[in-house]
């Protein structure tokens, strides 16, 4: 005689097991709850942190130029709790951290300064000038306001000197006065320094040929003052150097035809030597024919004098020439023949006469050609 079917059997389900009982699940959530915290402190303890005495610095220069929190959080420390770039709408700000696996220890090798983005993100392009600011602030930027942007005091970058192993320092439009305290940074291995935009004043120093690792130079947009050092030429690893819209006087010196590593790095940024707006009297000099590597060359509304010399010739990977209100022109056509790469070509009241050449056709890239004013 068989026996009986159950039920499960009968509806062709398998039978399930008793279900645990509720304080069973709230006694392995507490037991999960602790393993975690038990694992977050240990990450914790074990977290590389930044010595006191950077963060102090970097408090001062918060204080200074009033960096806000949303920015600079001091709740949490520099190098591990703080976004590696913050960015607001017209702000962005970013520290650089080295951290050593054996000494459980960070050291800031960089620092951007809360600035506003970089100039092409609000700008239009002028065939003439490259870019045409939409403000009318110092040095032609739209300079954004934060809170404190306008503090005006004067901000103690030398300070940094004994605080940071720093390759880049990024103070650009931040309203900073005094001058350049390069004879506290020669110690540095500073390779990227900009102070665009800023209120700095006086001369550059000489002690600026000091800072041999430099690669990127840029001081455009202040109001700096005086001759060019000689001591610019001892900077042969520099790639980029943009003095213009500053108020600088007299003639290039001859030394900077050591920089022969004026070049374009990589396609989508072009570094290049740039003087505009500056009171540099004299002849274009022949030493710029060292520069063969140089890719953007921007003369305009200096008081150069012509005629251009045949050894402009030899940079044949310029891809943009812009040169304006040249002096004493003979009134010859620049030598460009040789530049298969030239895209943008600006002589605006250069005093050039006689007829266009013809090779201006024949070169492939050519998109610009501005020559108002002859």
């Given at each position: 005689m068989r026996a009986a079917a159950s039920p499960a059997a009968v509806s062709g389900r398998q039978a399930r097991p008793p279900l645990a009982p509720p304080h069973l699940f709230r006694r392995l959530l507490v037991v999960s709850l602790c393993c975690c915290c038990c694992c977050f402190q240990d990450l914790r303890s074990e977290a590389q942190t930044l010595p006191q005495q950077e963060v102090d610095a970097l408090k001062q220069i918060a204080g200074k130029l009033k960096i806000p929190p949303t920015l600079w959080d001091f709740r949490l420390d520099p190098c591990t709790g703080w976004?590696?770039?913050?960015?607001?709408?017209?702000?962005?700000?970013?520290?650089t951290c080295d951290c050593n696996t054996t000494s459980d220890a960070c050291h800031?090798?960089?620092?951007?300064?809360?600035?506003?983005?970089?100039?092409?993100?609000?700008?239009?392009?002028?065939?003439?000038?490259?870019?045409?600011?939409?403000?009318?602030?110092?040095?032609?930027?739209?300079?954004?306001?934060?809170?404190?942007?306008?503090?005006?005091a004067h901000f103690e970058i030398s300070g940094l000197s004994f605080i940071f192993n720093s390759t880049l320092l990024d103070l650009t439009r931040n309203y900073i006065n005094g001058s350049i305290p390069a004879a506290a940074w020669a110690s540095l291995p500073l390779v990227n320094v900009s102070l665009?935009?800023?209120?700095?004043?006086?001369?550059?120093?000489?002690?600026?040929?000091?800072?041999?690792?430099?690669?990127?130079?840029?001081?455009?947009?202040?109001?700096?003052?005086?001759?060019l050092p000689r001591s610019l030429g001892n900077l042969t690893s520099l790639t980029r150097l943009l003095l213009d819209a500053n108020n600088f006087t007299g003639e290039l010196p001859e030394t900077l035809g050591n920089l022969k590593n004026l070049t374009d790095l990589y396609a989508a940024i072009l570094f290049h030597f740039r003087i505009d707006g500056n009171d540099i009297s004299g002849k274009i000099p022949s030493f710029i024919g060292n520069w063969t590597k140089l890719t953007r060359f921007d003369m305009q509304g200096t008081a150069l004098e012509g005629p251009f010399p045949s050894a402009l010739s030899l940079l044949q990977n310029l891809i943009e020439l812009r040169v304006t209100d040249l002096k004493k022109s003979d009134g010859g056509f620049p030598p460009i023949k040789d530049m298969p790469?030239?895209?943008?070509?600006?002589?605006?009241?250069?005093?050039?006469?006689?007829?266009?050449?013809?090779?201006?056709?024949?070169?492939?890239?050519?998109?610009?050609l501005y020559g108002s004013s002859n």
């Open positions: 976004s590696p770039w913050s960015r607001t709408k017209y702000i962005v700000s970013n520290l800031v090798v960089g620092m951007q300064a809360p600035s506003s983005p970089p100039l092409h993100s609000h700008t239009c392009i002028d065939p003439a000038h490259g870019a045409e600011p939409d403000g009318d602030a110092a040095g032609g930027v739209r300079q954004p306001h934060f809170p404190g942007s306008d503090v005006g665009m935009g800023n209120r700095l004043s006086g001369p550059i120093p000489e002690a600026i040929g000091n800072i041999t690792t430099l690669q990127w130079l840029t001081l455009e947009d202040n109001m700096l003052q005086g001759s790469k030239m895209r943008h070509l600006v002589l605006r009241n250069c005093s050039i006469s006689g007829q266009i050449p013809r090779y201006l056709g024949t070169m492939p890239r050519l998109r610009i």
